[in-house]
């Protein structure tokens, strides 16, 4: 167990629609850092979080935003979906903000557009 | 361009038998190099993290190690289990900066009975 939740496990939808992840870094942890894998592919980094503030941003769609609450808890707002945003997302969150240390995954979750 | 290609991509053995995996990779500035097993649909775990000055760091029957002349690194399974089933994935860090983290697409690695 990483001590990083991510909710949901799953997640079925339909394209056009809005969605919602959650994550929940280890205690302690300041930065959370969001990531997308698709089918068969590596994890592509989508943005980054550092005490409530965007740090850094990668891949990240137009239609995707994130933020970083005061209690470190972070959501992923995925909108207008297609049929490709399906993938896995994983969060994952290290103790600093800004030369990448030890990363502690999220068990991600699956959404599926249909 | 900062690229990290891993090798194979992947890879059956039987149980008990060792395997290596590699990773081969562009970035620089270089900071360190992790490696990743993840099981299928589950977030990664990290296995060792090496830095320019280390050449091999274990953990457990894995042992990695990294040549930062040449730009490579190594992942060693010893008697390989069958819970080593699992995709490796080789992390290049750049200097500083959460994105400048390089991912490979992984090594699928099956170990059969």
């Known amino acids: 167990d990483s001590g990083v939740t991510q909710t949901p496990k799953h997640l079925i939808t339909a394209t056009g629609q809005r969605v919602t992840l959650r994550c929940s870094p280890r205690?302690?942890?300041?930065?959370v850092y969001w990531y997308q894998q698709s089918l068969d592919q590596g994890l592509q980094f989508l943005i980054q979080?550092?005490?409530?503030?965007?740090?850094a941003k990668g891949n990240i769609l137009e239609r995707f935003s994130a933020q970083q609450f005061p209690d470190l808890h972070s959501e992923l707002n995925l909108s207008s979906l297609e049929l490709g945003d399906s993938a896995l997302y994983f969060c994952?969150?290290?103790?600093?903000?800004?030369?990448?240390?030890?990363?502690?995954f999220g068990e991600g979750s699956r959404l599926t557009v249909l | 361009k900062n690229q990290v290609e891993q090798s194979p991509q992947s890879l059956i053995i039987l149980e008990g038998k060792n395997c290596t995996l590699q990773?081969?990779?562009?970035?620089?500035?270089?900071?360190?190099l992790r490696w990743y097993k993840q099981d299928t649909g589950r977030g990664p775990v990290s296995l060792t993290i090496?830095?320019?000055?280390?050449n091999t760091k274990s953990n457990g029957r894995y042992t990695a190690t990294l040549d930062a002349d040449t730009k490579q690194s190594s992942l060693h399974i010893t008697a390989s289990q069958l819970s080593d089933s699992a995709s490796y994935i080789c992390?290049?860090?750049?200097?500083?900066?959460?994105?400048?983290?390089?991912f490979g697409t992984g090594t699928r690695l099956t170990v059969i009975p």
């Open positions: 994952a969150s290290s103790p600093g903000g800004g030369r990448a240390g030890e990363l502690f």
């Open positions: 205690s302690g942890d300041l930065s």
């Open positions: 979080y550092y005490n409530g503030e965007e740090r």
């Open positions: 990773c081969n990779y562009t970035v620089s500035p270089f900071s360190n």
């Open positions: 090496m830095t320019f000055s280390e």
């Open positions: 992390v290049v860090s750049g200097e500083t900066g959460a994105n400048n983290l390089f």
